[in-house]
T-cell receptor
Framework: GNSVTQMEGPVTLSEEAFLTINCTYT??????LFWYVQYPGEGLQLLLK?????DKGSNKGFEATYRKETTSFHLEKGSVQVSDSAVYFC???????????FGQGTTLQVKP | DTEVTQTPKHLVMGMTNKKSLKCEQH?????MYWYKQKAKKPPELMFV???????INESVPSRFSPECPNSSLLNLHLHALQPEDSALYLC????????????????FGPGTRLTVL
């Protein structure tokens, strides 16, 4: 079946630190991969996506590369800001069912 | 523009009330979704509409009744809810839905925070 596993949080970093949030997936077929961000009290916002192997998605300084050989889609940012504090969800769009499968979410807290 | 709007933002209702949640998008998307999200959990899919027809019902209790009046609007009618139904209800849309929509991106609204007393 399809599943997404994210590193457990919360992740606490100081401002300007390097961020990595690990995400691995299990899927049949060739899914598209996404990172969504949810700020406190808000809905989900699309952060970035990749639709095939070796694609790199990027947005607002965040990057993630679709690695088929390691079935991973790790989220990285070189220098985090307090405003990046949020919950980050890794997700795959199943090519078999068309359903979006989410990881459990990782809470990031950035301290000044 | 990738905006999905939802009203109301907050809703408090009793277990005997009838209320409705509304969702709207003007991106020309033909697929719309309802999700339920409990605190500190990922969203859970409830319903999918494709071309204004219900295509997926994830075994949701009948006290939740979806409706898609046209391709831009999606409603969720609520009746005789339980306190455990309190959650954030998210609407989303995408260009297409289903197994063939491999690359389709779902865009989410801000959600309706529902409290059932």
């Amino acid at each position: 079946g399809n599943s997404v596993t994210q590193m457990e949080g919360p992740v606490t970093l100081s401002e300007e630190a390097f961020l990595t949030i690990n995400c691995t997936y299990t899927a049949t077929g060739y899914p598209s991969l996404f990172w969504y961000v949810q700020y406190p009290g808000e809905g989900l916002q699309l952060l970035l996506k990749a639709t095939k192997a070796d694609d790199k998605g990027s947005n607002k300084g965040f990057e993630a590369t679709y690695r088929k050989e390691t079935t991973s889609f790790h989220l990285e940012k070189g220098s985090v800001q307090v405003s990046d504090s949020a919950v980050y969800f890794c997700a795959l769009l199943s090519s078999n069912t068309g359903k979006l499968i989410f990881g459990q979410g990782t809470t990031l807290q950035v301290k000044p | 523009d990738t905006e999905v709007t939802q009203t109301p933002k907050h809703l408090v209702m009793g277990m005997t009330n009838k209320k409705s949640l509304k969702c709207e998008q003007h991106m020309g998307h033909r697929a719309m979704y309802w999700y339920k999200q409990k605190a500190k959990k990922p969203p859970e899919l409830m319903f999918v509409y494709s071309y204004e027809k219900l295509s997926i019902n994830e075994s949701v209790p009948s006290r939740f009744s979806p409706e898609c009046p046209n391709s831009s609007l999606l409603n969720l009618h609520l009746h005789a809810l339980q306190p455990e139904d309190s959650a954030l209800y998210l609407c989303a849309s995408s260009q297409e839905a289903g197994a063939g929509a491999k690359t389709d991106t779902q865009y989410f609204g801000p959600g309706t925070r529902l409290t059932v007393l």
